[in-house]
């Protein structure tokens, strides 16, 4: 099987913040990766702005270390790095001042796609925004690119889009989201929306219940002032599982468009009920012999910040009346896996007895690791002595199914950057589902805070707080294992 690769026209994209960890550690190599592959023309540049003093050849020193570390071990034919540097150079920019907005305007050209990639703090937004239009780079075919957090709650979400919205058209605001660009993240459109074995099924009256985890086996280690003040509910929640939340919900889009797939996002958030206090369990990982605990990593021996989150949720309408989604993310737990598992119901009668057991048919969608999909059915144990049952899965992981084609299938960051060029919002959130979400979390963590709901600590290596099992168990129901 070979993946097609249709080249993006030729662009300019500034990096501000081009010297900081994201760019190094996704943006440049994910860049470097799409000209391997053909899909960067040339005649396209790549510019590095932010405030360190820094020459052409020194930051093009640091893009190559960059993809050296961190490319993936991309192997091009000889020659092709240094043809990749000729298009990267470099411009010292004060984001809240004049310095380098001068020079910058002199590196736009008229004949390109515009892309300016805010890897920044949110709170830069406003001024890069208002600086772009300032000095006449911001044209209507430019795009901006945004990173999370969109916001710290509902008011200063509608804030930071205002701002955005003074400088920029809605069509013109990428709101990135890698999630939305993993592999199996799409296919789970195609395996809703391309087969007609489970569209039919995909509602309350088969469906028991879904799962949606993404573990962690690392703490919040340098990140430790930053999340304290965000924790696992405005950090993964609300955006990261909410979207995956959403394509798992939505009503079948009439077209494959970005406004017809956001709109139905936009109802399942809207038809999300408020969740219940005791629906909603809240962790801290302790310390062990392998590293602090979570109180030690972020320097407050008071802290109430989750580190982990488990709740369960109801969506308000005809096809999910009565099936519940249970969500849980965490740090510091036993393996590093993200999935999403719809268990379907037991068979209305069972006819082989007791004996027999009782199963129940499960699609799980691994997003990491081991991308790949499979699907519990049940089936009679080989051998003499009755009729016993079994669940095997039928399994498809990319890298099985793909071959070496999986290797070279690009990675989220890759995909997202390529659509923004191509000018193709479908796997960006769009302000309005932003403010949505917001408005959903925040009464849950006005909630906890009026309660002065303390999280319960947590073995660092398990799957979270016994409060979380018990979540499930009291429902009948029980967690998929986390494993890698």
């Not at 199996?184 to 459109?189: A, C, D, G, I």
């Not at 962690?216 to 280690?221: A, C, L, R, S």
């Not at 006005?446 to 709901?453: K, L, S, T, V, Y």
């Amino acid at each position: 099987m070979v993946s097609r690769v249709i080249p993006v026209d030729p662009f300019d994209l500034v990096i501000f913040g081009g010297t900081g960890d994201l760019a190094r550690r996704k943006i440049l190599p994910g860049l470097f990766r799409r000209f391997c592959a053909g899909q960067m023309p040339a005649g396209s540049q790549i510019i590095g702005a932010a405030r360190s003093e820094m020459e052409d050849g020194e930051y093009r020193d640091m893009v190559a270390e960059a993809i050296n570390e961190f490319g993936g071990g991309r192997d091009c034919e000889s020659g092709t790095l240094n043809a990749f540097l000729d298009a990267v150079s470099y411009v010292t920019t004060d984001a809240r001042g004049e310095d380098g907005w001068v020079e910058l305007n002199g590196k736009m050209r008229d004949d390109r796609v515009r892309a300016f990639y805010f890897s920044v703090g949110p709170a830069l937004f406003g001024d890069l925004a208002e600086r772009l239009h300032t000095f006449g780079m911001a044209t209507p075919e430019s795009r901006i690119v945004v990173e999370k957090p969109f916001g710290h709650d509902l008011e200063t979400a509608r804030a930071l889009n205002a701002t955005l919205a003074k400088h920029f058209d809605e069509t013109q605001i990428y709101r990135i989201d890698h999630y939305l660009g993993k592999e199996t993240v799409q296919n789970l459109m195609a395996v809703r929306f391309g087969n007609m074995l489970f569209e039919p099924l995909w509602n309350a009256q088969y469906v028991d219940h879904i799962q949606i985890t993404v573990a962690e086996t690392v703490g919040v280690g340098g990140r430790g002032g930053y999340y304290d003040k965000s924790g696992a509910m405005r950090d993964m929640v609300q955006n990261h599982l909410m979207q995956l939340l959403c394509l798992i919900a939505m009503e079948p889009p009439a077209k494959f468009e970005p406004d017809a797939v956001r709109d139905e996002k936009l109802k399942v958030i809207r038809a999300l009920e408020p969740v219940d206090w005791h629906h909603i369990v809240r962790g801290q990982y302790g310390a062990d012999r392998n590293g602090p605990s979570y109180r030690q990593d972020v320097e407050d021996p008071k802290s109430r910040t989750e580190s982990f989150i488990a709740m369960k949720c109801h969506i308000s309408n005809w096809r999910w009346a009565g099936t519940p989604f249970y969500l849980r993310t965490g740090k510091r737990l036993k393996a590093r896996a993200s999935e999403i598992a719809v268990v379907f119901k037991d068979a209305p009668h069972s006819i082989f007895g007791a004996d027999a057991g009782r199963h129940r048919n499960v699609l799980a969608i691994r997003l990491q690791p081991n991308e790949g999909m499979t699907l519990d059915v049940t089936i009679k144990e080989p051998g003499p002595g009755g009729m016993r049952l079994l669940d095997v899965p039928l399994d498809m992981s990319f890298a099985e199914a793909l071959g070496p084609d999986a290797e070279e299938a690009p990675d989220a960051y890759e995909r997202l950057i390529m659509d923004v060029i191509r000018g193709n919002q479908t796997l960006f959130m769009r302000g309005d589902e932003v403010e949505a979400a917001w408005a959903w979390t925040d009464p849950l963590i006005e909630g906890w805070q009026a309660r002065n709901d303390v999280p319960k600590e947590y073995d660092p290596g398990s799957s979270g707080p016994e409060d979380a099992l018990m979540l499930m168990h009291r429902d009948g129901r029980k967690w998929r294992e986390v494993k890698p």
